[in-house]
């Protein structure tokens, strides 16, 4: 008895040796290295939303929302359109529902003229003649007339960074991303901009190694 008592311990000893780290010697999420080095960035709507029928501005509105959180923040200098930039964020909106009714047709994110204030800074800036395409396709203006489609994507609000200085930038991977419900408005912080902050932040934190056993 004593013996087989003995085998159980021996085995649970084995067990908790081999079992896995705690959260603390957690390895941190990898953030992109171009985010890390990025002092510029421009906000630009996804060229692929529509304008919500009962919402008609509200990708603009996200727009100008998350441009006014990064000027408050500060790591970044927020450009116009049409000027060479390290980081490109896309906004979309959701309403809740996988498919939802919106006007396309014509440029819904194109801007002749900005002005953003916050407590410490202003930008004002014009946007001279058509900007550079932002993904493939987009160097031709668009003719069609505006007219009601159905949308189908993701119910949430999308916020999306992508890698600028590139041909086409849009066409290619994000190197972050961040949804959730209402995330691009000002609630009144815009989370999307917040959680941003919190993953740029966590990455630059210093890596303290795990104890030796």
Same mark, same amino acid.
């Given at each position: 008895m004593p013996s087989r008592l003995a085998s159980v311990l021996? %085995?649970?000893?084995?067990?908790? /040796?081999?079992?896995?780290?705690k959260d603390k010697n957690k390895k941190k999420p990898q953030? /992109? @290295?171009e985010i890390l080095r990025a002092r510029t960035a421009l906000v630009v709507i996804d060229p692929n939303a529509g304008e919500p029928l009962d919402e008609? #501005?509200? #990708?603009?509105?996200?727009? $100008?929302a998350v441009e006014k959180a990064l000027l408050e923040w500060g790591r970044f200098d927020v450009l116009l359109q049409g000027e060479e930039t390290d980081l490109i964020i896309g906004v979309h909106t959701g309403n809740g529902r996988a498919m939802r009714p919106t006007m396309k047709? +014509? *440029?819904? =994110?194109?801007?002749?003229? /900005?002005?953003?204030? $916050? =407590?410490? $800074?202003?930008?004002?800036?014009?946007? @001279? +003649?058509?900007?550079p395409p932002l993904?493939?396709?987009? =160097?031709? *203006?668009? $003719?069609?007339?505006?007219h009601v489609s159905n949308?189908?994507? /993701?119910s949430e609000d999308m916020f999306e960074?992508?890698?600028? #200085?590139?041909?086409n930038p849009l066409d290619s991977t994000p190197v972050w991303r961040y949804s959730a419900k209402n995330c691009l408005r000002e609630t009144?912080?815009?989370?999307? %901009?917040?959680?941003f902050r919190k993953a740029i932040a966590e990455a630059e934190k210093p890596q303290i190694p795990a104890k030796k056993p």
């Open positions: 021996l %085995v649970a000893v084995l067990l908790a /040796s081999t079992a896995p780290a953030m /992109s @290295p008609p #501005n509200a #990708n603009q509105k996200a727009l $100008t047709g +014509g *440029p819904i =994110d194109r801007r002749t003229a /900005s002005g953003e204030s $916050t =407590d410490s $800074t202003i930008r004002i800036g014009a946007q @001279p +003649g058509q900007p993904e493939g396709g987009q =160097d031709i *203006p668009p $003719t069609g007339k505006p949308e189908v994507g /993701s960074v992508y890698r600028g #200085n590139v041909p009144p912080k815009v989370a999307a %901009v917040e959680e």
